[in-house]
């Protein structure tokens, strides 16, 4: 932060940590890879998202929604060898995912970063089924988290009941 600003100085100093670290070691290792601190609204949100999946928050810009909220979150899930599907704006899809690759892929944790790119026009064969099928079961074994934008969730939703409709025996 700039030193000029008073405000974000003081508030980093008089940060303290509302989580334990022996239920978190995740958190704590993810904190001393990325020179950050968990602030209490930070692990308030993150704690609230976990305790109530589907639900939604609202965060003012710079408030660390994308660098420490979500990192958070997929940590924890994928500590119960869960896999979190993240979804994305498209827009902020590349970065997100350059980001979370570094910070959490190529960190101590291993978590395996999962992209599903998907267009309905794709023709689907039931041997690329059983291969997808096969890729999500394998990793969900290991710590991992999904990342999809909208559109690739949808399409692969509109293209199973496609499939679904024809009486396809691939599904």
Not at 15 to 20: F, H, I, T, Y
Not at 66 to 82: C, G
């Amino acid at each position: 932060f700039r030193t000029n600003n008073r405000n974000q100085m003081c508030e980093e100093l008089q940060c303290v940590r509302l989580w334990n670290t022996l239920k978190n070691p995740r958190w704590l290792v993810f904190e001393v890879e990325n020179n950050l601190q968990i602030r209490p609204d930070q692990f308030e949100i993150a704690k609230h998202l976990r305790k109530n999946p589907n639900s939604i928050c609202q965060l003012n810009m710079g408030r660390g929604k994308t660098r420490v909220i979500l990192p958070m979150i997929i940590l924890k899930y994928a500590q119960r060898s869960e896999v979190p599907r993240i979804h994305i704006l498209r827009s902020l899809f590349s970065e997100f995912m350059s980001y979370i690759q570094s910070s959490l892929g190529d960190s101590v944790m291993r978590i395996q970063i999962l992209e599903h790119p998907f267009q309905r026009d794709v023709p689907l064969t039931s041997s690329l089924i059983s291969l997808m099928k096969h890729k999500i079961k394998r990793v969900a074994n290991n710590a991992c988290a999904q990342i999809v934008t909208k559109e690739q969730r949808l399409s692969m939703i509109l293209k199973y009941f496609e499939l679904r409709s024809k009486n396809n025996d691939m599904l």
